[in-house]
C-alpha cells in the first residue's frame, strides 16, 4: 500500500500536471494567450461554467471534452486522497496515543523529565543510552513533533499542573527532574509533585542562587544551576585539563570501553555480607571498586580489601560497560534491569 503522504502528493501533481496540459493546449490548438488559456482551463476542470472565452474550433471543443473529464477526475482524486490523509492521521494519532498512555500506565519507579528545552533534550539521551525510558511532559508543539520523531514516552501538557503529573505516573515514579524554563514555573511544579507524591526524588534546575532556596523550600531534594556547573567545569578544564579529559571519557554515554556507575546491594545478592578480598570483583569482573555508600550516607573512598559489602550499600565501581551490567545482576538479583 503507498503511503497517503505520497497519495496525496501524487494527487495535486495530477492536478498540476491537467491544468499545464489544458493551459499549452488552449494556447497550441485556438492560438490564445497566456491569460485566456488558463483562464478556461481553471473553469473547465472545476466545471463552473462561465461559458467560453472565445469561440472554439472542433478541435477545441473536443480538447475542452476531455480536458472536463480529466479535471473531474483530478479533483475527485485529490478530494478522496485529501479526506484520506485526514483521517487515517486522526485514527494515527488517537491509536498512538493510546499506546503511549498505556505504556506510562504501566510503568513504575520511572523517571519524569518536566521541560523538553536544552537541558531536557541531553537529559533524554543520557538516560536513554542507560537504557532508561524517561517519560516527558512538554506543552510546546514544535517540541512535542521533535519527541514524536524520537519515539520518546510524552505526555502533551503543563508540568505544572496535577493532571499531566498524574498522567505521567508521578504516583510510581522514582524521580522527577524540574528542567523547566522560568523559577518561577519550576518552584510551583515542585511544590505540586511534592504533594502529589512525598516520596519522590524531585531535582530541580535554578536560574538563579535566589531560586535555588526557594526549590529547596517548596520540595526538592537538589537544586543544581547548569550555569554554575558549566562555570566550573570550565575553570577545571584550565585548572586540570587531565583530570577534565578523564572524566569525559569516564561519563561520555557512548562509550563502552569504560564506564563508571553506582550499583545499591540487595540484601539477596551473594555478594553481601563479603569482604572485598572474597567477592572476586575485581579478578572476576576487571572492575575498580572507587567507593562504598553506606545506608547512613557515609562515602567510605578507596575502600579497602577488608571492606565489608552489606545489603543496602551502593558499590560504585567503574569499568566496562559489559562488566558492570555482569556485576549489576549479581548485586542485584531479583531485579532483571534498571527500567521498569
Same mark, same amino acid.
Given at each position: 500500500m503507498l503511503d497517503i503522504s505520497k497519495h496525496l502528493?501524487? &494527487?495535486?501533481?495530477?492536478?498540476?500536471? +491537467?491544468?499545464?496540459?489544458?493551459?499549452?493546449?488552449y494556447m497550441a490548438l485556438e492560438g490564445w494567450g497566456l491569460l485566456d488559456a488558463s483562464y478556461m482551463t481553471i473553469i473547465t476542470m472545476t466545471t463552473v461554467g462561465y461559458g467560453e472565452v472565445h469561440s472554439m474550433s472542433h478541435t477545441g471543443r473536443v480538447f475542452t471534452i476531455f480536458l472536463v473529464t480529466m479535471g473531474a477526475v483530478s479533483f475527485l482524486y485529490v478530494t478522496s486522497a485529501l479526506v484520506q490523509f485526514l483521517v487515517e492521521t486522526q485514527i494515527r494519532n488517537i491509536f498512538g496515543r493510546r499506546v503511549l498512555d498505556k505504556r506510562i500506565k504501566h510503568m513504575k519507579k520511572h523517571y519524569i523529565i518536566c521541560g523538553y528545552g536544552r537541558i531536557g533534550q541531553v537529559l533524554c539521551n543520557n538516560f536513554r543510552a542507560h537504557g532508561i525510558e524517561p517519560v516527558v511532559i512538554e506543552k510546546e508543539q514544535d517540541r512535542i513533533e521533535h519527541m514524536e520523531a524520537q519515539n520518546l514516552l510524552y505526555i502533551s501538557g503543563d508540568a505544572t499542573e496535577e493532571e /499531566?503529573?498524574?498522567? =505521567?505516573?508521578?504516583?510510581? =515514579?522514582? /524521580?522527577?527532574?524540574?528542567?523547566?524554563?522560568?523559577?518561577?514555573?519550576?518552584?510551583?511544579?515542585? *511544590?505540586?509533585?511534592? @504533594?502529589?507524591? #512525598?516520596?519522590?526524588?524531585?531535582? /530541580?534546575?535554578? &536560574? &538563579?542562587v535566589k531560586a535555588r532556596a526557594k526549590l529547596y523550600a517548596a520540595g526538592a531534594n537538589r537544586v543544581e544551576s547548569p550555569y554554575e556547573i558549566g562555570g566550573i567545569s570550565m575553570a577545571q578544564r584550565i585548572l586540570r585539563p587531565s583530570v577534565s579529559n578523564f572524566l569525559d571519557l569516564v561519563f561520555a554515554y557512548n562509550r563502552k570501553d569504560i564506564q563508571m556507575d553506582e550499583i545499591p546491594v540487595a540484601e539477596s545478592s551473594p555478594l553481601a555480607g563479603l569482604m572485598l578480598r572474597d567477592s572476586g570483583i575485581r579478578q572476576k569482573y576487571n572492575l575498580i571498586i572507587i567507593?562504598?555508600?553506606? #545506608?547512613?550516607?557515609?562515602?567510605?573512598?578507596?575502600?579497602?580489601?577488608? +571492606? *565489608?559489602?552489606?545489603?543496602?550499600?551502593?558499590?560504585? /565501581?567503574?569499568?566496562?560497560?559489559?562488566?558492570?551490567?555482569?556485576?549489576?545482576?549479581?548485586? @542485584? #538479583?531479583?531485579?532483571?534491569?534498571?527500567? #521498569?
Open positions: 502528493r501524487f &494527487s495535486l501533481s495530477l492536478v498540476i500536471a +491537467t491544468t499545464l496540459i489544458g493551459t499549452f493546449g /499531566a503529573l498524574l498522567r =505521567a505516573g508521578i504516583d510510581r =515514579a522514582e /524521580a522527577l527532574i524540574a528542567a523547566l524554563a522560568t523559577d518561577t514555573d519550576s518552584v510551583f511544579l515542585v *511544590l505540586t509533585a511534592r @504533594q502529589l507524591n #512525598p516520596e519522590i526524588f524531585i531535582l /530541580a534546575r535554578a &536560574s &538563579s567507593a562504598v555508600k553506606t #545506608p547512613d550516607g557515609n562515602m567510605l573512598f578507596n575502600p579497602s580489601h577488608e +571492606t *565489608l559489602i552489606r545489603g543496602g550499600d551502593t558499590v560504585i /565501581a567503574m569499568g566496562k560497560t559489559d562488566n558492570l551490567a555482569e556485576l549489576e545482576k549479581e548485586l @542485584q #538479583p531479583d531485579r532483571n534491569k534498571k527500567t #521498569p
